[in-house]
């Protein structure tokens, strides 16, 4: 039984590893002021999109430009379902008649969000996993433009690039969390499951891999699926956290963003997604009152306006010349 225990125990590592660290900035952050604490609850919502992008990126090794479609569509379904009905009435008249009455609660909405986002990743798979490699990739990129495109036009269901306005901007650091840590648990049980072994042994080798029986193809879409539903929730709650919703906040910038944390932090293990997505949040946040000339404690600093961008791109460039694995380097936060 104690045997039984610890090896539990062992193999939950990960995700407690990462829950700890999660929790510890959580509640740094509540001791800090109103702009920290919208920080931190930024930092658990990208954590969110970051973690279910690394379901399918980390375990495949198929690099995806495309995963801010599920954010996107999640985005927008929790808007849809959110807003209240008077203000849809007035917002987005062309709607069908049950659109405008739904007015769900934001577990429901993200649930629903993240059903969709799903469907769309079965359609996703059935035209991108016939590729392989930097095939694949651009396809996605090719799927993100043409999304976000019908986004910026569809004006009565989205508002086009006029934006959806009116959602509830009522999330926190207590509301975001579990959701962080619901996408943690989903990403190791799947990472721990024999669909996920057999998908990374694809990635180190897929012709061996598809020799010894492995359907590549098949392993690949039933990561990206349970991905797409991670990504469409986090898209809810970033829908969430902005209150305002356009067609250029679910796109290059947000891919990039994800891409960012999840290199930097290791993109080969569920605890280079968290570390990246910490790391990188924290960096961002201080460069970003740099940029507009705060103090750092004692230090006073004038404005340096680029200065995030800047400084962001070079880690980039840093990880990928001196530590290719990123921090993590592909090994799990564990004892």
Known sequence: MTNRLAFALQRSAPAISCTVLVLAVSGLALLGSETTQRTATQMLVMGVITVGTYIFVGNSGVLSFGHVVFVAVGAYATALTTIPPNLKHALLPALPGWILKLNLGLPEALLISGLLALVVGVVFSLLVLRLDGMAAGIATLALLISVNVVIGNWDGVTRGSQGMV?????????????????????????????SGFRLRASREDPVAAAALGVRVRRERS????????????????????????????????????????????????????????????????LLRRVEAGEDLGPISLGPHPGIQQVILSMTLLLTLLVRPGGIAGGRELGW
Do not use: K
């Open 222 to 285: 039933l990561a990206l699926v349970i991905s797409a539903f991670v990504c469409g929730v986090g898209g809810g709650l970033y829908a969430h956290f902005l209150g305002a919703l356009n067609p250029g906040d679910v796109y290059l910038q947000l891919t990039l963003l994800t891409l960012l944390m999840l290199i930097v932090g290791g993109i080969r293990s569920l605890s280079g997604a968290v570390i990246g997505t910490v790391f990188i949040s924290v960096l961002a946040e």
């Open 166 to 194: 009116g959602i509830p901007a009522d999330l926190t650091i207590g509301s975001a969390l579990p959701w962080l840590i619901g996408a943690i648990v989903v990403a190791l049980a799947y990472q721990l499951s024999r």
